[in-house]
């Protein structure tokens, strides 16, 4: 059965049983807690914790997930993947845990096929009721086995819905490991189907099993996931996951670049393949995701995934570029049933290309510097190279531990591996720390709006037709607590039941504005943010009066303020149709900022942006603005959205019923902003710059409106005072300016060449000055009306100018406070193995410094420029040592 048939197969069995198929979401969750989505359950965790209410009681759907936890382990067993589909039936509050068990076992046997006799059952230690639902279900009670919370009882990791589960395994049979089931030996009973029971709360706890529960959740539910590629591999009887149709093709890449087969089982090589193939698939859906490498969060997650690729294809002798083609395959063959592959082929070909690029040069350098260290470690004598030096490597430079373990071997070192674990601890403890420090504080923000959210509606917006509205405060939040009055002068938190103003999303900021009560109480509204999904909180300060919860009020968005938005916010939407077409459909908007009269774009792109380019773009920019396209928006399902050819935004989410944006036909987007009405209400364009914000990713910042028009009329005012003073026009300053500056580069390199021939002058004189000792010659000079940037020049010029081959030439001066000095060699002295910092090591002690160079030529320096004339004494002293005992 091949893949596409093994998932038709799961989502037909759920809805022709009451379940809503819902789309996948995002490798990149609406959710603080979570880097990537990592398990099914993700994107309905509101409706396990009665922060939002589903339109469905029963659900289906095949997930996205990417989870790394067990990266390690990948290519070293059969079962492991670092991104995998996860097909999952839901129950919110409706069925337990007699339908999931009695679904499970229909699905796998009787249209899935698997042998009764071949399924083996785990549930956790104290499920006496899972065991009963297994038992007279048909599964011989030799088949159930009763694991503890490690293995049966499942959470996200981080706070959450959490509860037993109960796991379907599939014996693969001897050839795969030895009798004993699922407790015995993973790898020969295969988990394929966890049912987890959703029943409690988990709150914060260190590790697995190691946390407190919290209580019960709302309503008893269900959450399921049977990974497709562990089941594709059993119905397709392939040895591994890597060998299904879902990465065969990707194998196949990589053994043509290899030149050579996969091995077999336990043979050299077989986990690098491995390795390349399954990560080229992670790496592919995270950049179609949006996800693009950085040095930390999700993007470091995707870069250790390539970076490890890499290193794998390189030990397979894969000396030419491995990614690119290894995800084009990924695109071709999956594709068509994720279409974001394809719609995002050319970036993902374009960044993996750029980061194995720059990971090869890295690869080089680690190589020198790990060579080096070797070499230190031999001048040693030592038998290990340092966990600091093999930790440098990691961290600053990307190269790999094994790496660096495997060149250490082959020089007769071993590496101090528990060194470097202990480095990589602390580093992880550090992170964690600040990280733990922030998951905290919006856990306990958001365990205060899950307090209200439970009994208060979802507040009413208004703000697309109305920018005030009679309204009633519903909920206050003040110190992070929900209270009940908020006197004068005081910072609060409101909740209304109607509200005209925008909370931000979408890159657009928060409307603000004013709230006044019916008694009298006067509030300043200084921001609109969701605290929870469909959930608005308005940020307030109470400038008169008292509030309390039930005062009825008018609320009054900021109406300029709100026109500088839609400016914004609609050249936002023109500008990324521009920037595509401008560059390719790649170039896709990978964030934004938009506020009045202001905005900021993120996009994906491999290089920075030609002046040509960005003239290109704001003219075609202003261009679309000066036809007065007109701007619709309407809503429609999902389905009909993607039809009509509207883009939706990585990392946004949405619902089934999205709200469609289209500006003059040109650009269409899914978008909850507030836009104009009219295209030539944005009024002026006008592009800032562009900058690099990491790999492959590009920003601009733009003006609109009334922004626009200062800034020009700023720039109108310096053009018109820069003509003043060049006695011009404004129109020939450009012209005037260029002269000027072509005049003043003329005299400084006259000048230049004055001073040049003065400082040779007087170098020839300094020359004649220098003193015979019987050994050779000497001068210590202190010197005044020379730069500091002149006095080494001056030094070696002058040494060179003495006629005898055996000279040194010490001159020093004091600027702006400190003492300086350089020394000079002629080349005989330096060739008998004098180095020139060796005279004014003494020298530096006395001004308060110290010294540097190395060969013929040293300077020196400090902050007592009143010991100069001692020091010089001892330079003498020492010089004058030096040359008789070089003469001998």
Not at 244 to 256: G, I, K, Y
Not at 294 to 310: S, T, V
Not at 739 to 750: C, G, I, M, S, W
């Amino acid at each position: 059965m091949r893949s596409t048939q093994i998932r038709s197969t799961f989502t037909d069995f759920f809805t022709s049983r009451g379940h809503q198929l819902v789309p996948s979401g995002p490798l990149v969750p609406d959710d603080p807690t979570l880097l990537l989505t990592n398990a099914g359950m993700n994107q309905f965790k509101p409706y396990f914790l009665g922060e939002s209410t589903p339109a469905f009681s029963r659900a289906t759907s095949i997930q996205k997930c990417a989870r790394t936890i067990d990266i390690d382990n990948v290519g070293r067993t059969n079962r492991h993947a670092t991104f995998f589909e996860m097909m999952g039936n839901f129950s919110f509050g409706d069925y337990f845990k007699e339908d999931a068990v009695a679904f499970a076992w229909e699905l796998l046997t009787e249209v899935y096929g698997l042998e009764k006799d071949k399924l083996w059952i785990t549930v956790y230690e104290d499920d006496d009721e899972a065991e009963h639902l297994w038992r007279r279900i048909g599964v011989p009670a030799g088949r159930i086995q009763r694991l503890g919370m490690e293995d049966n009882y499942w959470s996200m990791g981080v706070p959450g819905p959490c509860g037993p589960c109960s796991e379907v395994s599939y014996d693969r049979g001897p050839a795969f490991g030895k009798e004993g089931g699922p407790a015995v030996d993973g790898e020969r009973y295969v988990e394929i189907w966890n049912l987890v029971f959703m029943q409690y709360q988990r709150g914060e706890g260190d590790k697995k099993g190691d946390f407190p529960v919290l209580g019960e959740l709302a309503g008893k539910s269900i959450d399921t996931g049977l990974g497709l590629d562990r089941l594709a591999a059993i119905l397709q009887d392939t040895p591994n996951v890597c060998t299904t149709d879902l990465l065969l093709p990707t194998m196949h890449t990589v053994q043509d670049l290899a030149g050579r087969a996969c091995p077999g089982q336990d043979e050299e090589g077989k986990q690098s393949f491995q390795v390349v193939t399954e990560h080229a698939r992670s790496v592919a859906f995270l950049i179609a995701d949006g996800v693009l490498p950085a040095k930390d969060g999700r993007g470091y997650i995707l870069r250790r995934l390539m970076r490890r690729a890499i290193r794998h294809a390189r030990l397979l002798g894969i000396d030419v570029p491995v990614l690119p083609a290894a995800t084009a395959s990924v695109i071709t063959n999956l594709g068509g049933v994720w279409p974001e592959l394809s719609a995002q082929a050319a970036l993902i070909g374009q960044v993996t290309a750029a980061e194995e690029e720059s990971f090869t040069r890295t690869l080089t350098q680690g190589t020198r510097l790990l060579d080096a260290a070797v070499a230190r470690a031999r001048e040693s004598r030592s038998s290990a190279l340092p966990g600091e030096t093999a930790f440098e490597l990691a961290d600053t430079y990307g190269f790999p531990l094994e790496l660096t373990v495997e060149t250490a071997r082959e020089a007769g070192l071993t590496v101090e591996e528990d060194r470097f674990a202990a480095l990589l601890e602390e580093q992880k403890r550090r992170a964690q720390a600040g990280g733990k420090a922030r998951t905290t504080e919006a856990l306990r923000q958001r365990d205060t709006y899950r307090e209200l959210a439970a009994h208060l509606p979802r507040t009413e917006f208004l703000g697309y037709g109305h920018l005030r509205a009679e309204t009633t405060v519903k909920g206050l939040i003040s110190g992070g607590v929900v209270v009940t009055t908020a006197a004068e002068g005081a910072e609060a938190e409101l909740v209304l039941d109607r509200s005209p103003f925008y909370a931000e999303a979408g890159g657009q900021v928060g409307d603000t504005g004013t709230l006044t009560t019916t008694d009298g109480a006067t509030l300043e509204i200084t921001d609109t943010r969701y605290g929870l999904e469909g959930f608005r909180v308005h940020t307030a300060r109470v400038l008169e009066g008292e509030l309390r919860t039930g005062d009825h009020a008018e609320a009054v968005v900021d109406a300029d303020r709100r026109r500088g938005l839609t400016r914004s916010h609609s050249a936002t939407h023109i500008l990324h149709a521009v920037v595509m077409a401008t560059l390719g459909v790649q170039a896709r908007q990978q964030g934004s900022l938009v506020e009045p009269d202001r905005l900021r774009f993120d996009f994906a792109h491999f290089s920075p942006l030609t002046g040509d380019q960005l003239t290109r773009i704001e003219a075609a920019v202003n261009g679309h603005v000066l036809d007065d396209p007109e701007v619709r928006a309407w809503y429609a399902d999902r389905a009909e959205a993607e039809r009509a050819g509207a883009i939706a935004l990585f990392g946004e989410k949405y619902g089934e019923t999205v709200r469609i944006v289209d500006i003059g036909g040109f650009s269409r987007e899914l978008c909850g902003g507030t836009h104009v009405s009219h295209g030539s209400q944005v009024g002026a364009f006008r592009l800032l710059g562009e900058s690099s914000i990491g790999s492959n990713l590009r920003r601009v910042e733009a003006l609109t409106g009334h922004g626009t028009l200062r800034h020009l009329d700023t720039e109108r005012r310096l053009l018109d005072e820069l003509a003043q003073l060049l006695g011009t026009r404004p129109v020939d300053a450009p012209g005037a300016l260029r002269k000027r500056l072509e005049a003043l580069a003329a005299a400084q390199n006259q000048l230049s060449r004055l001073r040049g021939e003065e400082l040779g002058r007087q170098a020839a004189a300094f020359a004649v000055k220098a003193e015979p000792t019987g050994s050779g010659s000497l001068l210590v000079r202190r010197v005044t009306g020379i730069a500091p940037d002149e006095l080494r020049g001056l030094a070696t010029d002058t040494v060179v100018r003495v006629p005898d081959d055996r000279a040194i030439v010490v001159l020093a001066t004091e600027h702006n406070g400190k003492a300086l000095l350089v020394a000079a060699l002629s080349r005989a002295l330096n060739r008998s193995g004098i180095e020139a910092s060796d005279l004014l090591t003494k020298a530096a002690e006395a001004v308060g410094g110290g010294s540097g160079g190395r060969g013929p030529v040293a300077n020196a320096g400090g902050r007592r420029p009143e010991h100069l004339d001692n020091a010089l004494n001892t330079i003498r002293h020492e010089a004058t040592r030096v040359l008789a005992l070089t003469r001998h």
